[in-house]
């Protein structure tokens, strides 16, 4: 997309996007954050960031779970300005970026929905971006068939229900393979919205959406271990595209054990270091994919005049709350030797 055009449409929101991501937190913000021994004192120590007084009206004690929701619905406020703002095709681009947190919400309202849980406390507990208009009927479902024709088949997500799964399939399968089945319907989907965008975004987003897809390859395939998911069922969850697909995806799909996982994923440079987990157990796979995915969004902000940067502001800034959110429940409960395991991001 040539700059004037795109600066007329969405040249103010990505200035604004940019803005943003100045605030991030950076490595001396975290060194004063590690080096508080009280909450209060790292209330203080956020105050002088980007965060400002957003805790001023918490009283003490502090918790981190008050610490995690105010970071949260900061973030939301920031993402929902660009949503209003937005025109088209960065509006469509922005609400591609929620169906994720639809799908969480749908899966936890089916989970609570099968085991009788209470409607409201459900939606008290969905994600805010994962809201949609027909959710508000979850109210009047009592079974899961009821759920699946009153509020999914006239939510955003319908079309991927559609082509992958029936009210029968909400009832009988494993909640976690309807969510990987929904994932791989909806990834698939994004990346080929984004192919259609203008080629910097595309090239982008192409990156970025190539390793979810790899990432979620894997973690489905070691998950399923000593699981009653077959291989066959296995590949099945695949998403049709990223940089292990087909041939490391075919692998994987006839992978018996982590070691197998290791050498085929060892195979591919990006993911080289993925397994190199040190004895001490410091640091996970997860810890790996978050710093791979820190890796590729910062790299998305290299680029001018396309939509990447407002996907990976939010990811950027959902891993800014996850290490607050360590730092924080390391100073609570006094485990000062493991607050540095987070993942620094500048």
């Known amino acids: 997309m040539e700059a004037p055009f795109f600066n007329v449409e969405s040249g103010y929101l990505e200035g604004i996007v940019r803005g943003?991501?100045?605030?991030?937190?950076?490595?001396?913000?975290?060194?004063?954050?590690?080096?508080?021994?009280?909450?209060?004192?790292?209330?203080l120590q956020l105050a002088a960031t980007d965060y400002g007084n957003f805790l001023q009206n918490e009283p003490s004690p502090l918790a981190t779970s008050v610490i995690a929701d105010k970071a949260r619905d900061r973030l939301i406020q920031e993402f929902n300005?660009?949503?209003?703002?937005?025109?088209?095709?960065?509006?469509?681009?922005?609400?591609?970026?929620?169906?994720?947190?639809?799908?969480?919400?749908v899966i936890l309202l089916v989970t609570g929905t099968i085991h009788n849980r209470d409607t409201q406390e459900l939606l008290e507990r969905c994600h805010p971006l994962g809201m949609f208009d027909s959710i508000g009927a979850l109210s009047v479902a009592t079974s899961v068939a009821e759920l699946y024709n009153t509020v999914l088949i006239d939510s955003p997500l319908a079309p991927y229900f559609e082509k992958?799964?029936?009210?029968?399939?909400?009832?009988?399968?494993?909640?976690?393979?309807?969510?990987?089945?929904?994932?791989?319907?909806?990834?698939?989907?994004?990346?080929?919205?984004?192919?259609?965008?203008?080629?910097?975004?595309?090239q982008v987003m192409q990156e970025i959406l190539e390793f979810e897809a790899d990432r979620r390859v894997i973690n489905i395939t070691l998950n399923s271990?000593?699981?009653?998911?077959?291989?066959?069922?296995r590949v099945k969850l695949y998403p049709s595209f990223g940089k292990l697909y087909p041939d490391g995806a075919t692998r994987l799909g006839r992978a018996d054990d982590p070691d197998q996982v290791r050498n085929i994923v060892e195979l591919y440079p990006e993911y080289k270091n993925f397994f190199d987990l040190p004895v001490?157990?410091?640091?996970?796979?997860?810890?790996?994919?978050?710093?791979?995915?820190?890796?590729?969004?910062?790299?998305c902000f290299n680029q001018q005049f396309q939509y990447g940067v407002f996907y990976s502001f939010l990811k950027l800034k959902e891993q800014e709350i996850r290490n607050i959110v360590w730092i924080a429940e390391c100073i609570a409960q006094h485990q000062t030797e493991r607050i540095n395991n987070y993942i620094p991001i500048f």
């Open 20 to 43: 943003f991501k100045s605030g991030i937190l950076n490595g001396a913000n975290y060194l004063n954050l590690t080096q508080c021994e009280t909450l209060d004192d790292f209330k």
């Open 81 to 105: 300005y660009l949503r209003i703002n937005a025109n088209q095709p960065l509006a469509q681009f922005l609400d591609y970026i929620t169906y994720s947190y639809m799908i969480d919400n």
């Open 164 to 202: 992958c799964l029936s009210a029968h399939d909400l009832d009988e399968l494993n909640i976690e393979i309807i969510r990987n089945t929904l994932y791989k319907a909806y990834l698939e989907d994004f990346y080929d919205y984004c192919k259609t965008l203008d080629d910097v975004t595309s």
């Open 225 to 233: 271990f000593n699981t009653e998911l077959s291989k066959d069922e």
């Open 280 to 299: 001490s157990g410091d640091k996970s796979l997860e810890d790996k994919f978050f710093e791979y995915e820190v890796h590729v969004n910062k790299k």
